[in-house]
């Protein structure tokens, strides 16, 4: 797997240091060196930590700064070290890789230190990585609230970003009319796969620094993405199949999230059918969460609201009409889900991002659709998939049918055991963007019931154990969940919507997904995000390997991360860059992982955390659950900072 990261022109070397020196003596007293800066002069942002392949050289330089603000050139003057010489060594400013991994690189003179993290990688990616065509997604707050831009970019594969095209929803206004173009900018890999870009809005620029994942090819397919910038941005790209469609008649989930007219946060949830080849007339259902009020459209004369002790609805929402246009250039195309306008831009035939185009809409919505692939839980479509083992007690009700009836005629859409979920919601001035982590396992069988062993909520930073609550599934896959805080009065309520189902192994290789929605009691910032199977049983070890991370929130607390990580057993190192309000860096990663050792709960729910995590100027434990091979979910209490690590 590829090490990945990013860096930024506008970066600062966040690990250099300096100690001041004494001056001349006797009556001649001359300027002082203050600091020394190290940089390096091949890169495309010299003050950040650069990367180079192993057994490759770089040229690193030294400047110091002196008490009258002269500066001078100290490489060949400077002693130079590095902390681990089994990465990387050093001599006369030059770093040669000796093996993959982080490497800080130290220049002194007298009493005064700089220095800079440098990252040793197996690869030798460039600008020749990225391809043809990227769909992208940002989300930031603004004066409204929520604001974000979909589009689509494309590449000369050869550090230039060509065009492109954009739709966006801010306090500035909806380009309901079409989208806008992209203006021509640059970018640059490096060999490890980091890299920056502008991406030029008509009336906003945002530099990006990204991480780079999932190599097709020669071809990097996937991106995780923070602006480096004042922007306080974040978002996603992912490689377009050139001509793409969402599939005719077929079903997609989707899960969006954004502000209504009174820009509190609303959350929204269900399943589109796409119109029949030739024609451009669906239908689909819907949930909506606004402002912790569950609605019940006109359209749904059987909808009951959820009470105190029932999950609900009982029935979703009906749209009144579903319109989906062929997509076009950019792989963009328009759709009308119920009284609502909306832009798409197709990744392939399977997924699309989706943002709201209305000037006059109530709601300013922006998420993503998935086709579903599930099927019926009965011993026709699922005649071999036995699990009844809970994460706790591996050997409890063995041979027992967990799902649907276990009849020949079952239609409901069904999970499997085990997923790990991450649920956000729009961001407001007051409360960040983090709802909460936690682990859903809808085993053992008995009562059909489901079990949310752990739960993080950013409402009242506890880390919950889960008691056996209930559940429901239908034939769409909708499914009605709700659970009993340990140790609490409260319960907890979800909605959820089946994706995919076809774990039938109980094997992590399988994948499993769906999209959920909270509807807790009181809660005005309703959340909306993704559950992904994890495995019949959890591990608590993350994968030997190279990962790429983004973690962020934005609202109460700004704070953007991207990078890489490498675990080996239980050591953690990378290089992550911050953009902490506007403050830029970049600092090495050198932490620990720890499975979680929660009394309630015994091992192997898939809950650790990560010590020694880059935290605005320090560190602190980074939370995680376990996502299987699909990597870790991330997330930190005190600043509610939140994302996900995927394997390169």
Known sequence: MLVLGLLSVM????????????????????????????????????????????????QLKATGTYSDSSTQDLTSTATWS??????????????????????????????????????????????????????????????RGQAAAVGSFTTDSNGNITGGMVDYNTANGVNSSGPVSLSASTYNVLPDGRGEADIKLPSQTFHMAFALSEVSGSTLTKGKMISYDSNNAYGEFELQTA????????????????????????????????PASGSTAGS??????????????????????????TPGPSSPNVFSAVTIATAGTGNRGTATLGTASYAYYTIDNTKAYFIETDTTAGTALVGTA???????????????????????DPTSNPGVDCYGDGSATSTALEPYCNYALLLNHAPTATTGTFEKAGQLDFCPCSG????????????????????????????????LISYPLINSTEKRDAI????????????????????????????TAPGVGVADFINAVPTDTPTAGSYIFSASTVGSTNLLEVGVAT??????????????????STVAINGTFAASTNTNITSGDGKGSITGWPINSGTKPMGVYSVGTQGLILYEATTNINGRMEPQ
């Open 567 to 584: 675990f080996s057993g239980t050591t953690v190192t990378g290089i992550a860059y911050v953009n902490s309000s506007g403050s830029l």
């Open 243 to 274: 001509g793409a469609n969402l599939t005719a008649s077929s079903n997609y989930v989707f899960g969006f999230n954004g502000i209504d007219s009174q820009k509190d946060a609303v959350a929204e949830i269900g399943l589109i059918t796409t």
């Open 11 to 58: 970066g600062l070397a966040g690990c250099s240091s300096s100690v001041s020196s004494g001056g001349n003596g006797g009556g001649n007293k001359g300027p002082t060196l203050d600091s020394i800066a190290i940089t390096c002069p091949s890169c495309s942002d010299p003050t950040a930590a650069p990367a180079v392949t192993s057994g490759k050289t770089v």
């Open 448 to 479: 059909g019931g489901v079990n949310y062993d752990r739960e993080d909520d950013a409402a009242d930073g506890q880390d919950w154990g889960i008691g056996t609550g209930s559940r429901g599934f239908s034939a769409i896959g909708r499914g």
């Open 82 to 143: 590095v902390d681990q010489s089994s990465v990387a060594s050093v001599s006369g400013g030059n770093v040669t890789g000796v093996a993959v991994g982080v490497a800080t690189v130290t220049a002194t003179s007298g009493s005064v230190k700089g220095s800079l993290p440098v990252d040793v990688t197996a690869s030798s990616l460039g600008n020749s990585s990225l391809g043809p065509s990227y769909a992208f997604w940002l989300k930031y707050l603004d004066s």
């Open 284 to 309: 689909g259902y819907y949930d909506v969460d606004d402002n912790g009020v569950i609605l019940c459209a006109n359209d749904n004369t059987s909808c009951t609201p959820p009470s105190a002790t």
């Open 496 to 523: 959820v919507y089946v994706v995919s189902n076809n774990a039938g192994s109980g094997t992590a290789s399988a994948s499993s997904r769906l999209y959920m929605m909270n509807t807790d009691s009181g809660d």
């Open 370 to 392: 998935e086709l579903q692939t599930a099927t019926a839980n009965n011993t026709t479509t699922h005649p071999a998939y036995i699990e009844a083992l809970t994460p706790e």
